[in-house]
């Protein structure tokens, strides 16, 4: 029943790691995008893809390597962890011509 | 530009009464105002929305007022619950050629407590 869904949806892991994270929806929407939430709750987009095509990169460090092997899924690969990427990250999805958006229930992801 | 501007950072309502939060923007460019309402551990759930071309759009008790020329809008909420109580984020985007769907610009959040 799940519309967007994550995993996992905790995270806890080094400096210097390698982590992704995983998105699947089930809404037929064709496009699918990264948020970030910091400690102050503040939301703020990364990416969105579009028929696994790349629409929006918000400036993101070339640590952070979206991927979409299909428009029903968007992976969020991470590389050489550092302790400012600790945030809650959220998947969302929508159609193409709709600006509603649909959120996953995040994944919270803490570098020690 | 692309800012959205939000208050108040948090609000405190007594069961049954009013809550109100604003949200002002800048960019004219913007056509879709969606309110999120986000509970602890949970991720944004899409509450309501409106466009530029109406002034008022309502929900339940959920009421969205948007006042084009002062490039405000704003969420009511009536006969507030403590069910209520959550994080609500005004948010904006606007259209692309082509129907492209957009990113959303999100308010800092208004961290709702409604007292019993």
């Known amino acids: 029943d799940t519309a967007v869904s994550q995993t996992p949806k905790y995270l806890v892991t080094q400096m210097g790691n390698d982590k992704s994270i995983k998105c699947e929806q089930n809404?037929?929407?064709?496009?699918m995008y990264w948020y970030k939430q910091d400690s102050k709750k503040f939301l703020k987009i990364m990416f969105s893809?579009?028929?696994?095509?790349?629409?929006i990169n918000e400036t993101v460090p070339n640590r952070f390597s979206p991927k979409s092997p299909d428009k029903a899924h968007l992976n969020l690969h991470i590389n050489s962890l550092e302790l400012g990427d600790s945030a809650v990250y959220f998947c969302?999805?929508?159609?193409?011509?709709?600006?509603?958006?649909?959120f996953g229930p995040g994944t919270r992801l803490t570098v020690l | 530009q692309q800012q959205v501007k939000q208050s108040p950072q948090s609000l405190i309502v007594q069961k049954g009464g009013i809550s109100i939060i604003n949200c002002a923007y800048e960019?004219?460019?913007?056509?879709?105002f969606p309110w999120y309402q986000q509970f602890p551990g949970k991720g944004p759930a899409l509450l309501i929305a409106?466009?530029?071309?109406?002034s008022e759009k309502k929900e339940g008790r959920f009421t969205i007022s948007f006042n084009k020329s002062a490039k405000q809008f704003s969420l009511h909420i009536m006969d507030s619950q403590p069910g209520d109580s959550a994080t609500y984020f005004c948010?904006?985007?606007?259209?692309?050629?082509?129907?492209?769907?957009?990113?959303?610009?999100f308010g800092t959040g208004t961290l709702l407590a409604v007292q019993p």
């Open positions: 969302a999805s929508s159609q193409w011509n709709n600006n509603e958006q649909f």
């Open positions: 809404l037929g929407h064709d496009t």
């Open positions: 893809y579009n028929n696994k095509e790349l629409i």
């Open positions: 960019n004219t460019a913007f056509d879709y």
């Open positions: 409106i466009r530029p071309d109406v």
């Open positions: 948010a904006a985007s606007m259209s692309l050629g082509g129907g492209a769907t957009n990113k959303l610009i």
